[in-house]
């Protein structure tokens, strides 16, 4: 079992940032690649960016040059930072673990809203 735990969302201007956290815990030796999601009202869920075991990334292209997703080992924690923002990112913003051991998993955290407004 994995647990995710998000935070850093709230409420920011265009134009600013915000810095998002997931922090797993549990079966983390497991955990290969992890992702943000994110899902607006009346939409359905999006995937933002991908980073593998080795730290490969990936993003969708509406955030490309504005989101940076890291991803620290040692401290098992996600980060996406975002700048640049726009209302258009407004969401919950959901972390994403694929974890395997012998059986592929899927874990998700809890969502986090995420405001861009002026």
């Known amino acids: 079992q994995v647990q995710l735990v998000e935070s850093g969302g709230g409420l920011v201007q265009p134009g600013g940032s915000l810095r998002l956290s997931c922090a797993a815990s549990?079966?983390?030796?497991?955990?290969?690649?992890m992702s943000w999601y994110r899902q607006a009202p009346g939409k359905g869920r999006e995937l933002v960016a991908t980073?593998?075991?080795?730290?490969?990334?990936h993003y969708t292209d509406s955030v490309k040059g504005r989101f940076t997703f890291s991803r620290d080992n040692v401290n098992n924690t996600a980060t996406l930072q975002m700048n640049s923002l726009k209302p258009e990112d407004t969401a919950v913003y959901y972390c994403?673990?694929?974890?395997?051991?012998?059986?592929?998993?899927?874990?998700w955290g809890q969502g986090i809203q995420v405001t861009v407004s002026s």
């Open positions: 994403y673990a694929g974890a395997y051991d012998g059986t592929w998993h899927a874990y």
């Open positions: 549990g079966s983390i030796a497991s955990i290969n690649a």
């Open positions: 980073i593998t075991d080795i730290g490969i990334t």
